[in-house]
């Protein structure tokens, strides 16, 4: 008998509302490209507009500061150029946190020998004393600062305003990755240059993220990845997703609502901690000593491989994710547990679950009985392997 899933990895990919499935088909029913003039292309791009104003009212930026892209990865991609301007002195030198994503330390577009890592704390937030330290050494040229609001692994809340007043003192910018933060806790008034957010982590389509400008002075000219027409003012060419948009549009406006959600769903996320430690004691959880989004635990049993683990939770019908990536067949500690002092061999075991909408008690007391009973079995094959 197959188990009924449970789904708990909603940091990885939300599931689509219904609200965004209803937008996205009406959208579907469009006829016209939104660059035509007739009526059928001016519909279009009424639908376009419609979202990008929503998007923009829960980031809290005004929708001519919205340019739509292929995601949050396009969108860091984009805007963590050097060629970014606010009219000041050019950008020379780029600092990013340790446990920033893969989008960010890989996809930005500064030479190597121009970045700077801006070390973790034990609790997950980066280290003020360095970041202080690494401006006054800068002294003379423009930085640009990389720091994600809300960490995808750990859930851990970073203190962007705080860190922007001394960027911003030191006369640099600061680009902040918002797509795990977006729904979950406010993002209007981070004192960020700029911000990116993702619409299939708030239960919209997967292929839509935003680039939102909350800096009106910034600007990229000649700087566009994907180039051709004009679309979205020239920062990314090609006819626009209508569809895609328009979901992104209706998944905005729900995430604005979700505050009380979100309150639910932390104490969700504190029950499965206290009954995870109270079933296994020797239970590590990540980043508890800062304040972390309200949905997300990462946690990892002392000596069981979270790919092992994965595997048993998956046939018993949860679906949560590894802290763990994999590359070339090797499963390697994730950067992020690594950047905050974890011992690798801990942090090959880490687990994330992530809760959203429609997740209950019920769900976390299966799991938790799940996760009791695979580390049991999985110890116990483990003894006997080595009797």
């Known amino acids: 008998m ?10 990885a990919t939300a599931p689509l509302l219904p609200a965004v499935r209803a937008a996205m088909v009406a959208a579907l029913d469009l006829t016209g490209n939104a660059s035509s003039i007739h009526a059928e292309g001016r519909a279009a791009r009424a639908a376009i507009e419609q979202a990008r104003a929503q998007v923009a009212g829960l980031i809290g930026v005004r929708p001519r500061d919205i340019t739509f892209t292929s995601g949050g990865t396009e969108a860091a991609n984009l805007v963590l150029s050097p060629a970014l301007s606010d009219g000041g002195k050019p950008l020379t030198r780029l600092f990013v946190a340790a446990g920033e994503h893969p989008c960010v330390l890989q996809g930005h577009r500064f030479p190597q020998d121009a970045v700077q890592t801006i070390p973790l704390k034990a609790d997950g937030q980066i280290d003020f004393g360095v970041l202080q330290a690494l401006l006054a050494q800068a002294s003379g040229e423009r930085v640009l600062l990389a720091l994600q609001a809300a960490n995808n692994e750990t859930g851990v809340i970073q203190p962007v305003a705080e860190a922007a007043a001394l960027v911003h003192e030191a006369g640099g910018l600061v680009i902040c990755d918002g797509v795990q933060a977006a729904g979950r806790i406010p993002l209007a008034g981070l004192g960020a240059d700029a911000l990116f957010i993702s619409a299939h982590k708030i239960g919209g389509p997967k292929g839509m993220g935003a680039l939102a400008f909350a800096n009106t002075r910034l600007h990229m000219n000649g700087a566009a990845l994907v180039k051709g027409g004009g679309q979205e003012k020239g920062l990314r060419a090609g ?10 549009g209706a998944a905005a406006s729900e995430a604005v609502l979700q505050g009380s959600l979100m309150a639910g ?8 901690e206290a009954e995870v430690a109270q079933r296994l004691p020797d239970t590590v959880f990540f980043g508890q000593e800062a304040q972390r989004l309200p949905q997300t635990t990462a946690f990892a049993v002392p000596g069981v491989p979270a790919e092992t683990l994965l595997i048993a939770l998956d046939l018993a019908g949860f679906a949560v994710s590894s802290g763990s990536a994999c590359s070339s067949g090797k499963v390697q500690p994730s950067h992020v547990l690594l950047a905050m002092g974890v011992e690798p061999a801990l942090a090959k075991g880490a687990l994330r679950v992530s809760l959203g909408a429609g997740n ?3 769900d976390i007391e299966a799991f938790c009985g799940a996760l009791d009973k695979a580390v049991s079995n999985i110890r116990a094959r483990s003894q006997m392997s080595a009797a």
């Not at 006819?239 to 992104?248: L, M, P, Q, W």
């Open 2 to 11: 197959v188990p009924e899933r449970i789904y708990l990895d909603h940091n």
């Open 239 to 248: 006819t626009e997703n209508v569809a895609g948009i328009a979901g992104f």
């Open 265 to 272: 769903l932390g104490v969700l996320r504190d029950r499965l």
């Open 360 to 362: 209950t008690d019920r």
